[in-house]
T-cell receptor, first 113, second 117 residues
Framework: QQQVKQSPQSLIVQKGGIPIINCAYE??????FPWYQQFPGKGPALLIA?????SEKKEGRFTISFNKSAKQFSLHIMDSQPGDSATYFC????????????FGTGTRLKVLA | GAVVSQHPSWVICKSGTSVKIECRSL??????MFWYRQFPKQSLMLMAT?????????EQGVEKDKFLINHASLTLSTLTVTSAHPEDSSFYIC?????????????FGNGTRLTVT
């Protein structure tokens, strides 16, 4: 019940394409779903996050789609650029308290110039 | 936004020695910090939850005597890898949330690359 399943493991797109990364969770107590971007040799950086009371959230070129009934959420990167090449992690947690984050296994994205 | 500073960014040590890694929350108080370990091309593995003024909570399979955690103040947590061996070589990352702020996300330090020779 604690797992967050992330797919695909790796993804290659052309510049301008729209990579989509999917995550699924099991624990219905989760109410906070962030996405992190990690470049080699660096710590993960928060990209965007969503609560289950909305079905979509956009910040710049990044969009999270959330399907509460299916317990799934996904990250879309619009007009992807070579600088977006990184590893992306989804996570699930609770917004309040000291509850730990459960991370997905990561998706290595490469955007070709 | 919240900033978490981690030091050193990399360290090389000899087998059998101990290494201390510091994690500081720069603009907020962190009663709880988290320590992760990451192997190449893998996800983040939570090692322990560091609680200010009390003992850390270790995840299953993590040796508490090997990875000593001290959270002596609201802005500083340290991880000491004791009697390090080559298999302890990894990327260690700390993180913290501003629990005084509702809905505050988890912020990560930039990690410490430990190489044990």
């Amino acid at each position: 019940q604690q797992q967050v399943k992330q797919s695909p493991q790796s993804l290659i797109v052309q510049k301008g394409g729209i990579p989509i990364i999917n995550c699924a969770y099991e624990n219905t107590a989760f109410d906070y779903f962030p996405w992190y971007q990690q470049f080699p040799g660096k710590g993960p950086a928060l990209l965007i996050a969503i609560r289950p009371d909305v079905s979509e959230k956009k910040e710049g070129r990044f969009t999270i789609s959330f399907n509460k009934s299916a317990k799934q959420f996904s990250l879309h990167i619009m007009d992807s650029q070579p600088g977006d090449s990184a590893t992306y992690f989804c996570a699930a947690s609770r917004a309040s308290g000291t509850y730990k984050y459960i991370f997905g296994t990561g998706t290595r994205l490469k955007v070709l110039a | 936004g919240a900033v978490v500073s981690q030091h050193p960014s990399w360290v090389i040590c000899k087998s059998g020695t101990s290494v201390k890694i510091e994690c500081r929350s720069l603009d907020f108080q962190a009663t709880t910090m988290f320590w992760y370990r990451q192997f190449p091309k893998q996800s983040l593995m939570l090692m322990a939850t560091s609680n200010e003024g009390s003992k850390a909570t270790y995840e299953q399979g993590v040796e508490k005597d090997k990875f000593l955690i001290n959270h002596a103040s609201l802005t500083l947590s340290t991880l000491t890898v004791t009697s390090a061996h080559p298999e302890d070589s990894s990327f260690y990352i700390c993180s913290a949330r501003d629990f005084g702020l509702y809905n505050s996300p988890l912020h990560f330090g930039n990690g410490t690359r430990l190489t044990v020779t």
